[in-house]
């Protein structure tokens, strides 16, 4: 997969869904590349032609690339699949992160989650999965994102109104 960073474009190899679990920074995925794109990255950091900005957003370009959602909810969708109880049953149902993406990991992950759900649960897990981190509340309703009458729908629900 490319990415691109400061305006040269890098080549992301596929990995695993059980490596993606690993992500907890932007920087875990420049960990990603080869050992001569980050090299080179680390030298376009160094001599002031890239900066961090041009770091994350290629991170969480790639994230919502790999898992096709916006890369916070990605990035929490493989955070609870390796929770203990998530993990085991995910295991049993036969789901391997090391065979499949993180695209399906992903869906697998919130297929359990929301699987006895009713609507009005569903809706409260995909709102609170929604939500951008904080810092980053611009990008919620970015590119057509959330319509705001549903989620006022949505809250009015839960609120019982």
């Not at 992301?12 to 420049?30: F, G, K, N, S």
């Not at 032609?49 to 919502?64: I, K, Q, Y």
């Not at 970015?142 to 019982?160: I, K, Y």
Request: hydrophobic residues 40%.
């Amino acid at each position: 997969m490319p990415v691109q960073i400061g305006g040269r474009t890098f080549m992301l190899a596929w990995r695993p869904a059980a490596e993606w679990t690993t992500v907890q920074t932007e920087m875990d995925v420049i960990g990603f590349l080869s050992e001569r794109d980050r090299f080179l990255v680390g030298r376009m950091i160094l001599d002031g032609s890239v900066d961090g900005d041009n770091v994350v957003r290629m991170a969480h370009e790639a994230l919502e690339a790999v898992t096709g959602r916006r890369w916070w909810e990605g990035q929490r969708l493989l955070g609870m699949s390796v929770q203990p109880e998530a993990l085991g049953h995910l295991t049993l149902a036969g789901v391997d992160p090391w065979q499949r993406s993180a695209y399906e990991w992903c869906a697998a992950t919130y297929a359990l989650y929301t699987k006895h759900a009713d609507e009005k649960a569903r809706l409260r897990f995909d709102f609170q999965l929604s939500i951008p981190p904080r810092g980053y509340e611009t990008d919620w309703g970015s590119e057509g994102g959330d319509d705001p009458e549903a989620v006022q729908t949505a809250l009015a629900g839960w609120m019982g109104g």
